[in-house]
């Protein structure tokens, strides 16, 4: 992230909304699933794998406020169609037996989420100023 923001000239801080971005787009992903599943032929899965690694090795010449919202944008789509996938296949190879896997995944995911420490080293060594939802590079909030 700090590699991120440098590019924008910004702090980390000041682009952390792009993970709001990544779970809408991974709410969109979910949704569009069950258009994308039900075409013939085509490998829905593949493509959203492509669109993630595209979408990183894209994110290195980033150099656009907004479009870096747009490639976590993505980045969420690409990864709640596979994660539709995933659940689709697994349900289907395993039948029955699906359902504890599955539902062990889901809580393993929780816990992680869970456990994970939310601020990590910038927060440690940050106070942070004015917040007020999105804000744009030139706009008062950030590290001091």
């Avoid at 593949?46 to 990183?56: A, H, K, Q, S």
């Amino acid at each position: 992230m700090s590699k991120l923001a440098e590019n924008l000239s910004l702090h980390a801080i000041d682009i952390g909304s792009v993970f709001l971005m990544r779970g809408i787009g991974a709410i969109l992903g979910a949704m569009l699933s069950a258009k994308l599943y039900v075409l013939p032929k085509g490998n829905v899965m593949g493509m959203g794998f492509l669109l993630v690694v595209l979408t990183f090795l894209l994110l290195s010449y980033n150099a656009s406020y907004y479009a870096l919202h747009l490639h976590f944008l993505l980045v969420g789509v690409a990864t709640g169609v596979t994660d539709t996938g995933y659940q689709i296949m697994t349900s289907t190879i395993h039948r029955k037996c699906a359902g504890p896997w599955l539902a062990a995944n889901t809580a393993a995911f929780g816990l992680a989420g869970a456990i994970a420490d939310p601020g990590g080293p910038v927060a440690g060594h940050c106070r942070i100023t004015q917040r007020s939802g999105l804000h744009h590079p030139g706009e008062a909030g950030g590290c001091v």
